[in-house]
Protein backbone atom coordinates (compact mmCIF):
# COMPACT_ATOMS: atom_id res chain seq x y z
CA UNK A 1 0.00 0.00 0.00
CA UNK A 2 1.15 3.47 -1.28
CA UNK A 3 1.31 5.94 2.17
CA UNK A 4 1.88 9.75 1.74
CA UNK A 5 5.81 10.40 3.16
CA UNK A 6 7.09 12.95 5.06
CA UNK A 7 7.03 16.49 4.38
CA UNK A 8 4.06 15.83 1.86
CA UNK A 9 0.49 15.56 2.95
CA UNK A 10 0.58 18.45 6.00
CA UNK A 11 -2.31 18.74 7.98
CA UNK A 12 -4.44 22.26 7.80
CA UNK A 13 -2.05 22.94 4.38
CA UNK A 14 -4.87 24.44 2.43
CA UNK A 15 -4.25 25.75 -0.85
CA UNK A 16 -5.11 29.47 -2.03
CA UNK A 17 -6.46 27.38 -5.35
CA UNK A 18 -9.12 25.25 -7.44
CA UNK A 19 -7.60 22.02 -7.06
CA UNK A 20 -10.94 20.53 -8.86
CA UNK A 21 -9.48 19.20 -12.38
CA UNK A 22 -12.69 18.61 -14.38
CA UNK A 23 -11.61 16.15 -17.61
CA UNK A 24 -13.29 13.85 -20.17
CA UNK A 25 -12.08 11.30 -17.94
CA UNK A 26 -13.40 12.24 -14.78
CA UNK A 27 -13.09 15.02 -12.01
CA UNK A 28 -10.07 14.67 -9.64
CA UNK A 29 -8.56 16.49 -6.50
CA UNK A 30 -4.93 17.49 -7.56
CA UNK A 31 -2.02 19.31 -6.05
CA UNK A 32 1.31 20.17 -6.95
CA UNK A 33 4.51 19.15 -4.98
CA UNK A 34 5.96 19.99 -2.62
CA UNK A 35 3.02 20.89 -0.59
CA UNK A 36 3.08 24.62 0.16
CA UNK A 37 0.96 26.62 2.77
CA UNK A 38 -1.59 28.72 0.54
CA UNK A 39 -0.18 27.53 -3.02
CA UNK A 40 -1.24 29.22 -5.65
CA UNK A 41 -0.84 27.73 -8.83
CA UNK A 42 -3.01 24.69 -10.14
CA UNK A 43 -1.03 21.27 -10.55
CA UNK A 44 -2.27 21.34 -14.39
CA UNK A 45 -2.58 24.12 -16.99
CA UNK A 46 -4.52 24.64 -20.11
CA UNK A 47 -2.22 22.17 -22.35
CA UNK A 48 -3.13 19.21 -19.49
CA UNK A 49 -7.21 20.32 -20.25
CA UNK A 50 -5.79 20.86 -24.12
CA UNK A 51 -4.43 17.14 -24.48
CA UNK A 52 -7.02 15.24 -22.50
CA UNK A 53 -9.90 17.17 -24.76
CA UNK A 54 -8.22 15.67 -27.59
CA UNK A 55 -7.63 12.18 -26.70
CA UNK A 56 -11.14 11.83 -25.74
CA UNK A 57 -12.34 12.71 -29.10
CA UNK A 58 -10.28 9.64 -30.53
CA UNK A 59 -12.78 6.97 -31.63
CA UNK A 60 -9.98 4.23 -29.78
CA UNK A 61 -8.11 5.42 -26.60
CA UNK A 62 -4.73 3.83 -26.57
CA UNK A 63 -3.28 1.44 -23.82
CA UNK A 64 -0.63 1.88 -22.07
CA UNK A 65 0.37 5.38 -23.66
CA UNK A 66 3.55 7.09 -22.77
CA UNK A 67 3.26 10.02 -20.93
CA UNK A 68 6.54 12.21 -20.47
CA UNK A 69 7.34 15.43 -18.49
CA UNK A 70 3.73 14.82 -16.65
CA UNK A 71 4.77 17.93 -14.07
CA UNK A 72 1.81 16.81 -10.99
CA UNK A 73 0.57 13.95 -12.54
CA UNK A 74 -2.38 15.45 -13.72
CA UNK A 75 -2.39 13.10 -16.93
CA UNK A 76 -1.44 10.30 -15.31
CA UNK A 77 -4.45 10.61 -12.71
CA UNK A 78 -6.97 11.61 -15.41
CA UNK A 79 -6.03 8.10 -17.58
CA UNK A 80 -5.31 5.96 -14.61
CA UNK A 81 -7.60 3.48 -16.26
CA UNK A 82 -5.40 2.71 -19.44
CA UNK A 83 -2.41 1.28 -17.71
CA UNK A 84 0.05 4.93 -18.53
CA UNK A 85 3.77 4.30 -18.27
CA UNK A 86 4.68 8.09 -16.71
CA UNK A 87 8.81 9.37 -17.85
CA UNK A 88 9.90 12.10 -16.26
CA UNK A 89 13.61 13.31 -14.57
CA UNK A 90 11.29 15.00 -10.95
CA UNK A 91 11.61 13.24 -8.15
CA UNK A 92 8.63 15.67 -7.09
CA UNK A 93 6.64 14.67 -10.03
CA UNK A 94 6.55 11.00 -9.03
CA UNK A 95 5.49 12.02 -5.95
CA UNK A 96 3.00 14.35 -7.00
CA UNK A 97 1.68 11.41 -9.48
CA UNK A 98 1.56 9.04 -7.00
CA UNK A 99 0.18 11.13 -4.05
CA UNK A 100 -2.68 12.54 -6.34
CA UNK A 101 -3.83 8.87 -7.43
CA UNK A 102 -3.82 8.24 -3.60
CA UNK A 103 -5.86 11.13 -3.26
CA UNK A 104 -8.83 10.33 -5.75
CA UNK A 105 -8.66 6.79 -4.40
CA UNK A 106 -7.23 5.44 -7.01
CA UNK A 107 -4.73 2.37 -7.22
CA UNK A 108 -0.65 3.80 -6.90
CA UNK A 109 0.60 1.05 -8.86
CA UNK A 110 -1.80 1.69 -12.10
CA UNK A 111 0.59 4.18 -13.54
CA UNK A 112 4.00 3.02 -13.94
CA UNK A 113 6.76 5.40 -12.95
CA UNK A 114 10.17 5.66 -15.15
CA UNK A 115 12.82 8.11 -14.06
CA UNK A 116 14.93 9.90 -16.83
CA UNK A 117 18.18 7.61 -16.89
CA UNK A 118 16.24 4.72 -18.03
CA UNK A 119 14.42 4.53 -21.25
CA UNK A 120 10.92 3.44 -21.69
CA UNK A 121 9.62 0.59 -23.49
CA UNK A 122 7.78 1.26 -26.85
CA UNK A 123 3.96 3.07 -27.27
CA UNK A 124 2.22 3.48 -30.03
CA UNK A 125 0.84 6.81 -28.55
CA UNK A 126 3.47 9.53 -26.75
CA UNK A 127 2.02 12.06 -24.87
CA UNK A 128 4.46 14.78 -24.06
CA UNK A 129 4.37 17.87 -21.87
CA UNK A 130 6.45 20.71 -23.15
CA UNK A 131 9.61 20.77 -20.34
CA UNK A 132 10.99 24.12 -19.99
CA UNK A 133 14.59 22.55 -21.42
CA UNK A 134 14.55 22.15 -24.82
CA UNK A 135 17.78 20.22 -24.31
CA UNK A 136 15.87 17.67 -22.16
CA UNK A 137 13.33 17.06 -24.77
CA UNK A 138 16.05 16.89 -27.84
CA UNK A 139 17.44 13.82 -25.53
CA UNK A 140 13.96 12.53 -24.89
CA UNK A 141 13.15 12.44 -28.39
CA UNK A 142 16.63 11.04 -29.49
CA UNK A 143 16.63 8.17 -27.19
CA UNK A 144 12.89 7.56 -27.63
CA UNK A 145 12.28 7.30 -31.16
CA UNK A 146 14.23 4.19 -31.75
CA UNK A 147 11.90 2.61 -30.03
CA UNK A 148 8.52 3.70 -31.41
CA UNK A 149 6.96 1.92 -34.80
CA UNK A 150 6.66 3.43 -38.45
CA UNK A 151 3.51 5.35 -37.76
CA UNK A 152 3.40 5.80 -34.04
CA UNK A 153 2.33 9.02 -32.71
CA UNK A 154 3.88 11.80 -30.49
CA UNK A 155 1.37 14.57 -28.91
CA UNK A 156 2.94 17.47 -27.39
CA UNK A 157 1.40 20.14 -25.66
CA UNK A 158 2.65 22.98 -24.15
CA UNK A 159 2.05 26.94 -23.51
CA UNK A 160 2.17 29.38 -26.64
CA UNK A 161 4.14 31.50 -24.79
CA UNK A 162 6.51 28.76 -23.89
CA UNK A 163 6.62 27.28 -27.28
CA UNK A 164 9.93 28.22 -29.27
CA UNK A 165 9.98 28.53 -33.17
CA UNK A 166 12.93 26.16 -32.79
CA UNK A 167 10.30 23.48 -31.31
CA UNK A 168 9.06 22.51 -35.04
CA UNK A 169 12.08 22.36 -36.74
CA UNK A 170 13.33 19.50 -33.78
CA UNK A 171 10.07 17.84 -33.71
CA UNK A 172 10.40 17.38 -37.63
CA UNK A 173 13.84 16.45 -37.67
CA UNK A 174 13.59 13.32 -35.04
CA UNK A 175 10.40 12.38 -35.12
CA UNK A 176 8.44 12.90 -38.49
CA UNK A 177 5.67 15.17 -40.49
CA UNK A 178 3.77 17.53 -37.54
CA UNK A 179 0.00 18.98 -37.40
CA UNK A 180 -0.28 21.73 -35.08
CA UNK A 181 -3.87 22.60 -33.86
CA UNK A 182 -5.20 25.70 -33.31
CA UNK A 183 -4.81 27.42 -30.00
CA UNK A 184 -7.06 26.76 -27.12
CA UNK A 185 -7.03 29.14 -23.99
CA UNK A 186 -3.31 29.75 -24.66
CA UNK A 187 -2.64 26.34 -25.25
CA UNK A 188 -1.02 24.45 -28.47
CA UNK A 189 -0.63 20.91 -29.59
CA UNK A 190 1.12 19.37 -32.01
CA UNK A 191 0.86 15.63 -33.62
CA UNK A 192 3.77 14.28 -34.82
CA UNK A 193 3.88 10.94 -36.81
CA UNK A 194 6.80 8.84 -36.37
CA UNK A 195 8.73 8.15 -39.91
CA UNK A 196 11.52 5.40 -39.49
CA UNK A 197 13.20 6.35 -42.52
CA UNK A 198 14.33 9.66 -41.04
CA UNK A 199 18.22 9.44 -40.36
CA UNK A 200 18.53 9.56 -36.64
CA UNK A 201 20.71 12.88 -35.41
CA UNK A 202 23.56 11.60 -32.91
CA UNK A 203 22.71 12.45 -29.65
CA UNK A 204 24.43 15.13 -27.74
CA UNK A 205 23.76 14.73 -24.64
CA UNK A 206 24.95 14.52 -22.46
CA UNK A 207 27.39 17.22 -22.17
CA UNK A 208 30.63 18.73 -20.78
CA UNK A 209 32.31 21.93 -20.20
CA UNK A 210 36.39 22.71 -18.77
CA UNK A 211 36.20 23.51 -15.26
CA UNK A 212 39.81 24.92 -15.00
CA UNK A 213 39.53 25.52 -11.00
CA UNK A 214 39.43 21.46 -10.67
CA UNK A 215 41.19 20.44 -14.00
CA UNK A 216 38.43 18.71 -15.18
CA UNK A 217 35.26 18.43 -17.61
CA UNK A 218 32.24 18.89 -15.83
CA UNK A 219 29.67 16.06 -17.52
CA UNK A 220 25.97 17.83 -17.44
CA UNK A 221 23.03 15.75 -18.54
CA UNK A 222 20.57 17.48 -20.63
CA UNK A 223 17.81 18.22 -17.81
CA UNK A 224 20.28 20.62 -15.48
CA UNK A 225 19.89 24.16 -15.94
CA UNK A 226 23.46 26.02 -17.17
CA UNK A 227 24.21 23.09 -19.54
CA UNK A 228 27.04 24.42 -21.49
CA UNK A 229 28.73 26.59 -19.01
CA UNK A 230 29.07 27.50 -15.22
CA UNK A 231 26.48 29.40 -14.49
CA UNK A 232 27.14 33.39 -12.79
CA UNK A 233 25.44 32.61 -9.69
CA UNK A 234 27.26 29.23 -8.63
CA UNK A 235 30.81 30.86 -9.68
CA UNK A 236 29.87 33.58 -6.99
CA UNK A 237 29.59 31.53 -4.48
CA UNK A 238 32.46 29.72 -5.07
CA UNK A 239 34.28 32.89 -5.16
CA UNK A 240 33.48 32.97 -1.22
CA UNK A 241 33.27 30.00 -0.43
CA UNK A 242 33.63 29.06 3.51
CA UNK A 243 36.59 27.61 4.83
CA UNK A 244 35.84 24.31 6.33
CA UNK A 245 38.04 21.90 8.39
CA UNK A 246 38.58 18.40 10.17
CA UNK A 247 35.50 16.05 10.34
CA UNK A 248 31.80 16.99 9.67
CA UNK A 249 28.29 17.01 7.49
CA UNK A 250 28.30 19.28 4.25
CA UNK A 251 25.10 19.36 2.31
CA UNK A 252 25.17 20.50 -1.37
CA UNK A 253 21.49 21.70 -1.58
CA UNK A 254 20.03 21.56 -5.24
CA UNK A 255 23.50 20.46 -6.64
CA UNK A 256 22.56 20.74 -10.14
CA UNK A 257 26.09 19.31 -11.27
CA UNK A 258 27.41 18.91 -7.94
CA UNK A 259 30.14 21.46 -8.56
CA UNK A 260 29.58 23.38 -5.59
CA UNK A 261 29.51 20.61 -3.09
CA UNK A 262 33.11 19.04 -5.08
CA UNK A 263 34.84 21.99 -4.34
CA UNK A 264 33.81 21.52 -0.81
CA UNK A 265 34.89 18.14 -0.44
CA UNK A 266 38.08 18.82 -2.20
CA UNK A 267 38.84 22.09 0.13
CA UNK A 268 38.01 19.40 2.88
CA UNK A 269 39.52 16.03 2.49
CA UNK A 270 37.90 14.98 5.89
CA UNK A 271 34.36 16.17 5.65
CA UNK A 272 31.51 13.94 4.97
CA UNK A 273 29.27 15.54 1.65
CA UNK A 274 25.69 14.99 0.19
CA UNK A 275 24.71 15.64 -2.91
CA UNK A 276 20.81 16.36 -3.03
CA UNK A 277 18.65 17.45 -6.10
CA UNK A 278 15.27 15.87 -6.94
CA UNK A 279 16.54 15.53 -10.29
CA UNK A 280 17.79 11.66 -11.25
CA UNK A 281 19.77 13.45 -14.01
CA UNK A 282 21.48 15.82 -11.60
CA UNK A 283 22.49 13.48 -9.39
CA UNK A 284 23.70 11.42 -11.74
CA UNK A 285 25.97 14.36 -13.19
CA UNK A 286 27.23 15.14 -9.77
CA UNK A 287 28.59 11.67 -9.11
CA UNK A 288 29.61 11.21 -12.75
CA UNK A 289 31.53 14.37 -11.98
CA UNK A 290 33.01 13.67 -8.32
CA UNK A 291 34.71 10.22 -9.88
CA UNK A 292 36.75 11.97 -11.74
CA UNK A 293 38.41 14.20 -8.60
CA UNK A 294 37.53 11.53 -5.51
CA UNK A 295 38.33 7.85 -6.20
CA UNK A 296 36.69 7.04 -3.22
CA UNK A 297 33.02 8.06 -2.60
CA UNK A 298 32.68 6.75 0.46
CA UNK A 299 32.75 10.54 2.28
CA UNK A 300 30.17 10.99 -0.47
CA UNK A 301 25.70 10.60 -0.37
CA UNK A 302 24.26 11.36 -3.31
CA UNK A 303 20.08 11.49 -2.82
CA UNK A 304 17.56 11.77 -5.14
CA UNK A 305 14.38 13.53 -2.64
CA UNK A 306 12.29 16.33 -2.01
CA UNK A 307 14.55 18.88 -0.12
CA UNK A 308 15.85 17.55 2.65
CA UNK A 309 13.29 14.76 3.62
CA UNK A 310 15.89 12.27 3.98
CA UNK A 311 17.97 14.05 6.51
CA UNK A 312 17.69 13.44 10.34
CA UNK A 313 17.30 16.58 12.03
CA UNK A 314 20.31 18.14 13.41
CA UNK A 315 22.88 15.83 10.78
CA UNK A 316 24.64 18.48 9.34
CA UNK A 317 27.29 21.42 10.08
CA UNK A 318 26.84 23.29 6.65
CA UNK A 319 24.39 23.86 3.91
CA UNK A 320 25.50 25.44 0.70
CA UNK A 321 22.62 26.13 -1.92
CA UNK A 322 22.46 28.58 -4.81
CA UNK A 323 18.06 28.00 -4.29
CA UNK A 324 15.80 27.96 -7.82
CA UNK A 325 13.35 30.61 -8.29
CA UNK A 326 10.87 28.95 -10.73
CA UNK A 327 9.27 25.35 -10.94
CA UNK A 328 8.94 24.09 -14.23
CA UNK A 329 7.79 27.42 -15.92
CA UNK A 330 6.22 29.01 -12.65
CA UNK A 331 8.38 31.82 -11.21
CA UNK A 332 7.97 31.95 -7.33
CA UNK A 333 10.03 31.71 -3.90
CA UNK A 334 8.27 28.59 -2.72
CA UNK A 335 11.13 26.14 -3.01
CA UNK A 336 13.43 28.35 -2.02
CA UNK A 337 11.64 29.22 1.40
CA UNK A 338 10.88 25.04 1.43
CA UNK A 339 15.21 25.39 1.80
CA UNK A 340 15.47 27.58 4.36
CA UNK A 341 12.84 25.74 6.51
CA UNK A 342 14.35 22.41 6.27
CA UNK A 343 17.99 23.70 6.22
CA UNK A 344 17.21 25.08 10.02
CA UNK A 345 16.10 21.77 10.96
CA UNK A 346 18.82 19.55 9.58
CA UNK A 347 21.73 22.39 10.99
CA UNK A 348 23.05 21.35 13.77
CA UNK A 349 22.95 23.99 16.68
CA UNK A 350 25.34 26.74 15.43
CA UNK A 351 25.74 25.41 12.19
CA UNK A 352 25.40 27.67 8.84
CA UNK A 353 23.14 28.22 5.66
CA UNK A 354 25.30 30.21 2.86
CA UNK A 355 22.83 30.57 -0.28
CA UNK A 356 23.55 32.85 -3.18
CA UNK A 357 20.40 34.95 -4.63
CA UNK A 358 19.62 37.41 -7.09
CA UNK A 359 19.99 40.65 -5.17
CA UNK A 360 15.82 41.45 -6.30
CA UNK A 361 14.63 38.63 -4.02
CA UNK A 362 14.22 39.60 -0.43
CA UNK A 363 15.66 36.30 1.39
CA UNK A 364 16.69 37.94 4.81
CA UNK A 365 13.04 38.48 5.85
CA UNK A 366 11.97 34.73 5.59
CA UNK A 367 15.47 33.39 7.22
CA UNK A 368 15.27 36.02 9.99
CA UNK A 369 12.52 33.74 11.24
CA UNK A 370 14.21 30.70 11.61
CA UNK A 371 17.92 31.59 12.39
CA UNK A 372 19.49 33.34 15.22
CA UNK A 373 21.75 35.44 12.64
CA UNK A 374 21.36 36.61 9.38
CA UNK A 375 24.17 38.29 7.75
CA UNK A 376 25.80 39.58 3.98
CA UNK A 377 28.99 38.21 2.88
CA UNK A 378 29.63 39.51 -0.11
CA UNK A 379 27.39 41.05 -3.10
CA UNK A 380 28.15 42.30 -6.47
CA UNK A 381 25.74 43.73 -9.36
CA UNK A 382 23.53 41.04 -9.33
CA UNK A 383 23.93 38.66 -6.51
CA UNK A 384 23.96 38.75 -2.95
CA UNK A 385 25.55 35.79 -0.69
CA UNK A 386 24.28 35.24 2.47
CA UNK A 387 25.24 33.41 5.85
CA UNK A 388 22.44 32.54 8.06
CA UNK A 389 23.25 30.52 11.15
CA UNK A 390 20.97 28.54 13.98
CA UNK A 391 20.76 28.99 17.50
CA UNK A 392 23.23 27.17 19.93
Known sequence: MYLPGRGRIVRGMKPSVDTRFETPFGAFELRRQPLLPKERLRAWDAADAYLLEELAREPEWPRSPLLVNDAFGALGTALHGLEPRSWSDSFLARQALRDNLWRNGLDTASVAFIDSLQTPPAAERVLIKLPKSLALLEDQLLRLKPRLAEGAEVWLAGMQKAMPRSLWPLLERTVGPCDTLP??????LIRARVDSRLPLPENPWPGRYRFDEADIELLNHSALFSRERLDIGTRFLLEHLPQTEGEGDIVDLGCGNGVIGLMAARQNPEARVSFVDESWMAVASARENLRQVDADLRRCRFVVGNVLDDFETASADLILCNPPFHQQQAVGEGIARLMFRESARVLRPGGELWLVANRHLDYRRPLR???????????????????AITGQ
Do not use: D, S
Open 183 to 188: GRRKAK
Open 369 to 387: RRYATVEQVAQNRKFVLLR
